[in-house]
């Protein structure tokens, strides 16, 4: 059950990382390229 739980949030904080890390991303080339 606790497996399960994990799971569950574990998807959730990927797909936040991985939102986080293409807003990051997209940073970082605007100011390279500006």
């Not at 799971?7 to 390279?32: C, D, K, N, P, S």
């Amino acid at each position: 059950m606790h497996r399960s739980r994990r799971t569950a949030m574990r998807r959730g904080l990927t797909f936040l990382e991985v939102v986080v890390a293409l807003v990051l991303l997209t940073g970082l080339a605007v100011v390279v390229l500006g």
